[in-house]
């Protein structure tokens, strides 16, 4: 069993609508949970932390964590053409201490059609 | 405030030879991470570094490895190359749980 997955997609959204990105992992001992952007020909780029269950709102960007479920989510309300990228989950079994060990999925391609 | 600079973005090898990056964090960091990142494998941990010691490491052979500086700066070196070492090879900047990537190193051995 992968331990974090993903739907590699493509998700194809027209613009405005919502997208739901999904991540599931199979560590229940995780604590710390991520979501990345990432751009062709770029590196990643955090766009969201979670670290309880329940969700959390940064602008258009809504993360939802479920630890029971052991699924994290992330909803891009509004989807402009630039939110177009691949969305890597990452999850981390540490909370303080050592951080370095992010596992990540392999991403999800996600396309905004105007 | 500066971000992540890693040195130098792109590097052509050959099979065999040897290669050291450079990874200079965000001021105030004292801890970063490697990784690999590949279309086959996605992003994989290499190791940590916190005040010049390795804190954890990742599954990958005795070829790859690192080192920090005084000044929060990490290296990692890469020996006796292998066609299947072409990556991406990213540097993360850590502050709490959060880690901020650099623009990364493409590396082509041929």
């Known amino acids: 069993q992968k331990e974090v997955e993903q739907n590699s997609g493509p998700l194809s959204v027209p613009e405005g609508a919502i997208a739901s990105l999904n991540c599931t992992y199979s560590?229940?001992?995780?604590?710390?949970f991520f979501w990345y952007r990432q751009y062709s020909g770029k590196s990643p780029e955090l766009i969201m932390s979670i670290y309880s269950n329940g969700d959390k709102e940064d602008g258009r960007f809504t993360a939802q964590l479920n630890k029971a479920s052991q699924y994290v989510s992330l909803l891009i309300r509004d989807s402009q053409p630039s939110d177009s990228a691949t969305y890597l989950c990452a999850v981390n079994r540490n909370y303080g201490g050592s951080q370095g060990n992010l596992i990540f999925g392999k991403g999800t391609k996600l396309s905004v059609k105007p | 405030k500066a971000g992540v600079t890693q040195t130098p973005r792109y590097l052509i090898k050959t099979r065999g030879q040897q290669v050291t990056l450079s990874c200079s964090p965000i001021s105030g960091h004292r801890s970063v991470s490697w990784y690999q990142q590949t279309p086959g494998q996605g992003l994989q941990f290499l190791f940590e570094?916190?005040?010049?010691?390795?804190?954890n490491k990742g599954n990958f052979p005795g070829r790859f490895s690192g080192r920090q500086f005084s000044n929060s700066r990490s290296e990692m070196n890469v020996s006796t190359l292998e066609l299947g070492d072409s990556a991406l090879y990213l540097c993360a900047s850590i502050q709490g749980a959060e880690q901020y990537f650099g623009p990364g190193t493409r590396l082509t051995v041929t």
């Open positions: 570094y916190f005040s010049e010691t390795q804190r």
């Open positions: 560590d229940r001992g995780s604590q710390s």
